[in-house]
């Protein structure tokens, strides 16, 4: 199966039946914001059939890069996250997944799971390390971001 997809025939052909799947993959445009996931993603999920279809209980483990909204410096973290969720026949919306034939796709559920967990403003763990000159209020020997180099020229009063 390419991707997240997931082959549950002998899932559906069984009530009560359960397995345990772990799978990996890089996906594109993966990320919110000013955080992205540059990396594979691992999904460790046990499959359970249940009447209504299959219950997903995963533990989504991906890292995402950004970089600090104060002081730009490259930063990371790997994320360890949970998702129970339903997949069903006839899915309803904003509440379950789809069960699409005898495949279920992991892809929609790690793009909920991993994106409300992305930082907007993501920022350093410690305090940034920016000394500032107290007699400028500006950083130290610190390179000028070229973003910020047009408002260099203006005068403060």
């Known amino acids: 199966m390419p991707g997240l997809r997931i082959d549950i025939a002998d899932l559906l052909a069984r009530a009560g039946s359960r397995r345990a799947v772990t799978v990996t993959e890089t996906l594109?445009?993966?990320?919110?914001?000013?955080?992205?996931?540059?990396?594979?993603v691992t999904v460790r999920a046990q499959l359970d059939r249940v009447?209504?279809?299959?219950?997903?209980?995963?533990?989504?483990e991906a890292t995402w890069r950004a970089e600090c909204?104060?002081?730009l410096a490259e930063i990371g973290e790997t994320l360890v996250l949970h998702a129970d969720?339903?997949?069903e026949p006839t899915p309803i919306d904003g509440e379950t997944y789809p069960i699409e034939g005898h495949e279920?796709?992991?892809?929609?559920l790690v793009r909920d799971t991993v994106l409300l967990e992305l930082p907007l403003a993501p920022h350093c763990a410690e305090?940034?390390?920016?000394?500032v000159d107290p007699a400028t209020e500006t950083p130290a020997e610190s390179p000028t971001d070229p973003r910020w180099a047009a408002l260099s020229s203006l005068e403060i009063r």
Not at 51 to 60: I, Q
Not at 104 to 108: F, G, K, N, P, T
Not at 127 to 131: Q, T
């Open 69 to 71: 909204s104060y002081c």
């Open 28 to 40: 594109d445009d993966l990320g919110a914001g000013a955080g992205t996931i540059p990396g594979p």
């Open 104 to 108: 279920i796709d992991l892809e929609l």
């Open 85 to 87: 969720e339903l997949y």
């Open 127 to 131: 305090p940034c390390r920016v000394e």
């Open 51 to 60: 009447s209504e279809g299959v219950v997903v209980r995963a533990d989504v």
